[in-house]
């Protein structure tokens, strides 16, 4: 009855256009879809063969315009990259139009959209009548900085931070096409929110449950102090945007590397692990020692920033950008460059208790990079003992498995707090594997003793054999002499004050492995 032939559904479209009311008058006409020669509607049905529909058309209908406004177009903000400023769309903030009432009315809000990622929004059409019923509009525009990850404010209690822009007076009726660009002293908010976004983003790709999902995130723009943070009680990250910065002369506002890293905050502390390393400690520099607790916490944001951006090079600018400090993850370095171009040492060997080797340990198994760093270069005692082992960090592991070490597994009762208790839980059962390189990972970031002592060969997590007997023998007495343990510390199997390794240590391991009775096993690592 419909001239639908048998096994089609009817479905209705409903098909809307935008016509600008200077078209008022014209006839506009519905028409069956072209085909050449035209004048028919093709279906194709399953068999191959084609239907054509019967049309009863064209139907024409008048343009009647009535008195509406609507506007459409792209939102920036202006990112400062010396020496060009760029502009970048806003992604996903919230844009609303506003008609300009007298007093005593109250302004009215209109419409309200949010931007697409190319920064793309769409406001009306509305009744284009004012407040004393002429026709148009005062119409004026805000834009927040606000997305699906975060909103920015100036105050912990204040409002989004958004831009106004003035007043159109008496406005036609009409369709708009505009670019709307936030001036610079305005595009930091946006620029803090879109970084956000990314990392928010970032996140779901790997963790997208319900319990594994950071939620939104309030960003206070800090014109009091000059420090850059996550508060994790309060659920808050605060951006030093103070001009008055005297020593570095630029706030952290535009540092796209702090800001991701301060989102790690939020990600590790929403979700239970590593959060035992809050308290006692605000400032920290990259090649400090301070706990396992508190390296474990810092470390992880350090490598969060690096796998949102992809690069294990992370930097702070200042000094209107003249300056950057820098640390590589890779390889331990960190340094300064602009006016000061130094690299001063490797944060490689520094072990558990620095948040920079913590990274790099969590970044090797991220990476795909096959690299020997252990002594890449020598920087005398932030490298002493530890050298190149010629054995190339071929594991490239990912993220799940970092994750699920992090989330999903428990050791002593809570989530890992902290490097150590991370091996703990890769190694459960059942175990993420790749021991041997693992154990070299360790090694090129300062955490030489894993497990337990006695492994002197270090070809397996705790296991200690007569290869271990061996092993020491040959570096003792071998004729020529064999290589020393990798890990001196796991080679002293007795675990003496010394750390010497001796006679007295394949004694031990004799003893361990087939005294009567057995001796006692070999202590653990510190």
């Known amino acids: ?220 723009l800090n014109k009091d102090t000059l420090s850059t943070g996550y508060l994790p009680y309060q659920d808050y990250i605060f951006v030093n945007d103070s001009a008055g910065d005297a020593t570095n002369l630029w706030p952290d506002t535009y540092d796209r590397d702090v800001i991701l890293h301060e989102y790690g905050h939020k990600i590790a502390f929403s979700l239970d ?62 340094g300064r460059a602009g006016s000061i171009r130094n690299t001063y040492g490797s944060v490689n ?19 795909a990079a096959d690299d020997d760093y252990s002594g890449y270069v020598d920087w005398g005692s932030y490298t002493l003992p530890h050298h190149p082992d010629n054995i190339m960090d071929s594991l490239s592991n990912g993220i799940d498995n970092i994750l699920s070490a992090l989330l999903d597994r428990d050791v002593n009762g809570h989530r890992p707090d902290n490097i150590d208790e991370f091996w703990e839980t890769w190694f459960q059962n059942p175990s993420y594997d790749h021991i041997r390189a693992i154990r070299d990972i360790w090694h090129e970031h300062g955490e030489c003793c894993v497990g337990v002592r006695g492994n002197a060969n270090g070809d397996y997590f705790e296991r200690v054999n007569i290869a271990d007997i061996t092993y020491l023998n040959n570096y003792l007495f071998g004729n020529p002499l064999g290589p020393a343990p990798v890990c001196r510390a796991e080679g002293n199997a007795n675990g003496d004050i010394q750390e010497t390794i001796n006679i007295a240590d394949v004694t031990y391991l004799i003893d361990y492995l087939y005294g009567i009775p057995l001796g006692p096993p070999p202590p653990l690592c510190p």
Not at 168 to 187: C, E, F, N, Q
Request: hydrophobic fraction near 40%.
């Open 1 to 220: 009855e419909n001239g639908i032939p048998v096994g089609f559904d009817q479905v209705v479209f409903l098909i809307s256009t935008r016509i600008d009311p200077m078209y008022d008058g014209y006839t506009l006409c519905l028409d069956s879809c072209w085909y050449p020669p035209g004048n028919a509607w093709l279906w194709n049905l399953p068999s191959g063969s084609i239907y054509y529909p019967a049309w009863d058309g064209p139907h024409c209908f008048t343009i009647e315009a009535y008195d509406s406004i609507a506007f459409s177009g792209y939102l920036y903000y202006l990112d400062p990259v010396p020496p060009d400023t760029n502009q970048t769309p806003m992604r996903g903030v919230r844009i609303e139009m506003w008609d300009d009432d007298q007093w005593p009315l109250s302004d009215q809000l209109l419409a309200s959209d949010y931007t697409e990622n190319d920064g793309w929004f769409s406001l009306g059409p509305v009744e284009n009548d004012d407040e004393w019923g002429m026709d148009a509009q005062d119409v004026f525009f805000r834009i927040y900085a606000e997305n699906e990850a975060a909103y920015v404010t100036e105050s912990y209690n204040g409002d989004i931070y958004r831009i106004q822009i003035p007043v159109g007076d008496d406005l036609p009726s009409g369709v708009y096409d505009t670019v709307i660009v936030a001036p610079l002293d305005s595009s930091g908010p946006f620029f803090i929110a879109d970084v956000v976004l990314d990392s928010y983003r970032k996140w779901l790709e790997f963790r997208s449950g319900p319990m594994d999902n950071p939620g939104v995130v309030q960003v206070v």
């Open 273 to 334: 692990f590593c959060d035992t390393g809050w308290v006692g400690i605000n400032y920290h520099v990259i090649y400090g020692v301070y706990n396992p607790q508190f390296a474990a916490m810092e470390g992880f944001a350090h490598w969060w920033s690096g796998v949102v951006r992809e690069d294990p090079i992370q930097v702070n600018t200042w000094n209107d950008f003249i300056d950057t400090t820098w640390v590589n993850f890779e390889n331990g370095e960190w």
């Open 349 to 367: 060997v520094l072990g558990e208790e620095n948040e920079g080797a913590v990274a790099g340990i969590l970044w090797d198994i991220y990476d």
